[in-house]
Structure formats: structure tokens, C-alpha cells
């Protein structure tokens, strides 16, 4: 019998040793980066954070190609931007315009937004080792919204949690790193005034105030 539950697939480094134009059609993903319109008004922006990446799939001649070349030349990895190490990545000037604009629509439309991507973009939540290349710019542009709540990523196999402003940041700890013949997983249930996370096994579960 097939699943009535929908699942939103989010893109990692890991997951592009299968070339793009296959990986994205069989997860069955609108695109690479997408929303979708949750029940009770609220939105989840799903971002790529691999598409600006020495690992990204596209070319170097690419537009986005070169616009990783850039960025990485401009922020060489140093004690100054870990962030910048290979196996991170970021998202490029039209992926961060989309972004801008979904953030305008659901303040129009006055919907609470859940922001998922692979590499963290909020300071603390995660080593600084493994944030998104430029996750200053994206935390900032985050918290300008009134109604961003709650960025979930993974990356970090420890996991981790930070709050800046109204906006709270998980990173949800890897099965990779469970012991053997344990669960990993999360359930999150969101109320008016609170995002439960229900954690099993190695998964940390927290109560989060909205």
C-alpha cells in the first residue's frame, strides 16, 4: 500500500554522488530548493545549500560554478572562516533572491515559516567548522523576517541548538553516529506557542517557545 504521508526531501554533500538530473527526479523534488504551504498557515522553505560548492554537480563553467570559484577565492578557508572547508557549501545570488522573496510572500500572506537546509546557517547551533559558507549573510537575512520560527539542518553529526533573536536553530544529531541497533529520528509537533521536538534515540528533544 502506498504512503499518504508527504515527504519533503532536502539535498546534503552526501547525497550528490548521484548526479542532479537523476537524484532530484527520483526524490520526487519540485527542484532543488522549494516551498510548501503547511496547514495552520504556516510555510517550510526548503533551501540548497550544496548548489555554491566545489561539490555541487554543476560545472565550473556553470553560472553557479563560477560564482562558487568566486566566493571560495574571495573566503579562503582560514582560523577566520572555518566555514569555508570543502565538504561545506552555500547558496548563490539567485537562490538567495528566491529566498528573499519567499520571505516577503509569507509576510503577506502572514504565515510562520520552518527554514530547512543541509549545512547549518545559525551561529552556535553547530561547529564552525561545518556552517554554510555564507551563513552570516543568510542568518541575517533570516532574522529580518518577523516570521521565520524554526531552521532545522544536520551536517554536524553532533547536532546542536541556538537562538538568535525570535528564530530558533536545530541541528538534528546524524544516525551515522548512533550506536549500533538504535533509532535517530525526530518527530516535531508545532502548537501556537511551541514546536515540540520529540527526539528517539540519539535525537535531543527540546520544547521550543514560539
Known sequence: MASTTAFYHVLGNHCL???????????????????????????LIVLDT????????????SDIGQEAAAFKAQHPLSPAEPQMADWNGGIGARQLAWLREQLASACQSQERIIVACHHQIGKGAARDTHLAWN???????????????????????MGGYAQ????????????LE?????????????TQDCINIQGAGSVTSRKLSL
Open 135 to 157: 551563513w552570516e549573510l543568510l542568518q541575517q537575512v533570516l532574522l529580518e523576517s518577523p516570521w521565520v520560527r524554526l531552521v532545522l539542518s544536520g551536517h554536524d553529526h
Open 50 to 61: 550544496t548548489e555554491m560548492s566545489g561539490h555541487s554537480g554543476f560545472s565550473q563553467e
Open 178 to 190: 548512533a550506536p549500533p541497533n538504535t533509532d535517530a529520528y525526530a518527530i516535531i509537533e508545532v
Open 17 to 43: 554522488r548521484i548526479p542532479r538530473d537523476r537524484l532530484i527526479p527520483a526524490l520526487r523534488m519540485p527542484a532543488s530548493y522549494y516551498s510548501k504551504q503547511l496547514p495552520q498557515k504556516w510555510r
Open 164 to 175: 538568535h533573536g525570535h528564530v530558533h536553530f536545530v541541528t538534528v544529531e546524524a544516525m
